[in-house]
C-alpha cells in the first residue's frame, strides 16, 4: 500500500502545529514579566503565531472525521493558553471531544478551559472520563488539584484533600521522575496539614519531601509556585533561612507572587523578636517578674522545669511556665509571637498557631504543657538571629493564669489564600 506525498505532507503540518501548541504551553508556563496584563498581552502574541503555523494545514487535510478532531483539539488547546476564559477555546474543544471521544489531551484542555469558567463539577466529569480511557499522568494531577479546589467550599474538605493526594501519589506511580507529579502531591499534603487543623506535623515533613523531589526534575527549577510553596511549609516549620531563601527565589523568577513581601513580613517579625529580646526591659523590672510566677498546680504526668533544661523537640512530661512581657506584633496572620521569661529570667519565644489573639495577653502567667523547643541560630543579609522558642499549636497545650483555654479561643488557620496551585 502507497502513501501519497499529500498525505505526508498533512501529516507534517499537523506535527508542526502540534509542537507550536506545546512550544506554546512551554513559554506560558517559564514567562513571569512584571505586570500580568504583560503576561496576557505576550501569551496572546504568541498564541496568534501558534495559530498561524496551524492554519497551514490545508482545508482538505482536516476532512477526516480524525484529522477535523486534532485540528480542533489544536485550535482549542492554543487559544486556551491565555489566564482568562475563551468560549471560543471550549467550543474547538467540544468538537473535539465529539469527534474524537478517545482524544484524551482534548478532554484534559477541555477540562481545563470549563475550570476557569468556574464550572468545577464538569471540568471534573472531563477528567474523570478521560481516566476511563487509561492511566494519565497529567490527568490525575489535574483532577488532584481540581479536588483541592472544591475542597474549600465543601462540607467535608479532609475528605476531598484525601483523594486528591490519592490521585497524586497514583500520577507518581506512573512516572516516578517526574517533578511536577510530586510537586502536586506537595501541595496536597500541605493542603491537608491546613485542613485537618494545621497541627499535625508530619503532613509538613511529607510535603517538605514531595517538593525536595520535585526539585531533582530540571524541569521544575524554573516553577516559582514550586519555591513559593516549599518557602510556605518551611515558615511554619520555623525554618526561618530556608524559608527566607525559597521566597526570594520565588519572587526572582515571577515577581507577581508577591514573595517578596512575605519574606519582608519574616524579616521584620525577626527583627522585632530581636529587639525585645536584646535588654529592652530593665533588669530589676524583669526580675520583679519572674519572681512573681506563682505555682501552678499540674498533674503528676508533668515534670517542672525551666527554658534551660528541655531539649531539642518535643518534651514529652514536660511542663515550663513564664511571665508574658511583650506581644510581637504580626503582619501576618500567623503565628502570633510572645516574649516571655521563666523563674531564671530567661527570656524566649512562644510561637502560638491555632489560638485566638485574645487569649493571651501581656502580664499573663502561661504554662506549657509538652513543650516543642528549638533554639534558632541563623545569619540572614548580614544581620544574626538568636533565640530560644517554643512552638504551641492548639488550646490543649496551655495554661493562662493557672486555668485551661476554653474551646473557643482555637481557632482553625487557612492556607487557601496563599497557596500557589
Not at 8 to 15: K, Q, W, Y
Not at 163 to 175: G, M, P, V, Y
Request: proline share 3%; aromatic share 10%; glycine share 6%.
Amino acid at each position: 500500500m502507497s502513501i501519497s506525498i499529500g498525505e505526508i505532507v498533512g501529516e507534517d503540518l499537523f506535527a508542526k502545529a502540534a509542537a507550536a501548541a506545546d512550544d506554546l504551553y512551554i513559554f506560558r508556563d517559564n514567562y513571569f514579566p512584571l505586570t500580568p496584563e504583560e503576561r496576557v498581552s505576550k501569551l496572546q502574541s504568541q498564541s496568534d503565531l501558534a495559530l498561524q503555523i496551524l492554519d497551514t494545514i490545508p482545508t482538505e487535510k482536516r476532512k477526516l472525521p480524525l484529522q477535523r478532531a486534532t485540528y480542533e483539539y489544536l485550535r482549542g488547546k492554543i487559544l486556551d493558553a491565555v489566564p482568562v476564559y475563551k468560549k471560543e477555546a471550549e467550543d474547538h474543544l467540544s468538537k473535539a471531544v465529539k469527534l474524537n471521544p478517545s482524544l484524551v489531551d482534548a478532554w484534559l484542555c477541555l477540562g481545563n478551559c470549563i475550570w476557569k469558567k468556574g464550572d468545577l463539577n464538569a471540568a471534573k466529569n472531563c477528567f474523570t472520563f478521560a481516566l476511563g480511557k487509561g492511566p494519565n499522568k497529567n490527568i490525575l494531577c489535574q483532577l488532584s488539584m481540581l479536588e483541592r479546589k472544591l475542597a474549600q467550599d465543601a462540607e467535608n474538605p479532609e475528605g476531598i484533600v484525601d483523594e486528591s493526594i490519592k490521585h497524586a501519589k497514583e500520577a507518581i506511580t506512573l512516572d516516578v521522575k517526574d517533578g511536577y507529579s510530586w510537586y502536586n502531591l506537595g501541595n496536597g499534603f500541605l493542603t491537608s496539614f491546613f485542613v485537618t487543623g494545621a497541627w499535625d506535623h508530619s503532613k509538613l515533613l511529607q510535603s517538605l519531601k514531595a517538593y525536595q523531589n520535585a526539585e531533582r526534575d530540571e524541569k521544575m527549577k524554573s516553577n516559582p509556585d514550586l519555591y513559593y510553596n516549599s518557602a510556605t511549609v518551611n515558615k511554619y516549620l520555623e525554618n526561618y533561612e530556608r524559608a527566607l531563601t525559597g521566597f526570594e527565589a520565588a519572587a526572582l523568577m515571577d515577581p507577581g507572587l508577591n514573595a517578596m513581601e512575605d519574606a519582608r513580613m519574616m524579616v521584620l517579625l525577626l527583627d522585632k523578636l530581636d529587639y525585645l529580646l536584646r535588654g529592652q526591659i530593665k533588669a530589676k523590672r524583669l526580675c520583679s517578674l519572674s519572681s512573681s510566677l506563682a505555682t501552678v498546680d499540674l498533674s503528676h504526668s508533668y515534670k517542672r522545669a525551666t527554658m534551660d533544661l528541655l531539649s531539642e523537640g518535643l518534651n514529652k512530661g514536660i511542663a515550663i511556665t513564664g511571665k508574658v512581657l511583650f506581644f510581637a506584633k504580626n503582619e501576618s496572620l500567623a503565628p502570633l509571637c510572645y516574649v516571655l521569661s521563666d523563674s531564671n529570667h530567661t527570656c524566649y519565644v512562644i510561637t502560638v498557631y491555632g489560638i485566638r489573639n485574645d487569649a493571651i495577653k501581656e502580664g499573663d502567667q502561661v504554662t506549657l504543657l509538652e513543650p516543642f523547643y528549638r533554639f534558632v541560630d541563623f545569619s540572614w543579609k548580614g544581620k544574626h538571629y538568636q533565640f530560644k522558642s517554643v512552638r504551641v499549636d492548639f488550646v490543649e497545650q496551655v495554661l493562662v493564669n493557672g486555668k485551661c483555654l476554653s474551646p473557643h479561643h482555637a481557632v482553625r488557620t487557612s492556607i487557601y489564600a496563599q497557596l500557589k496551585a
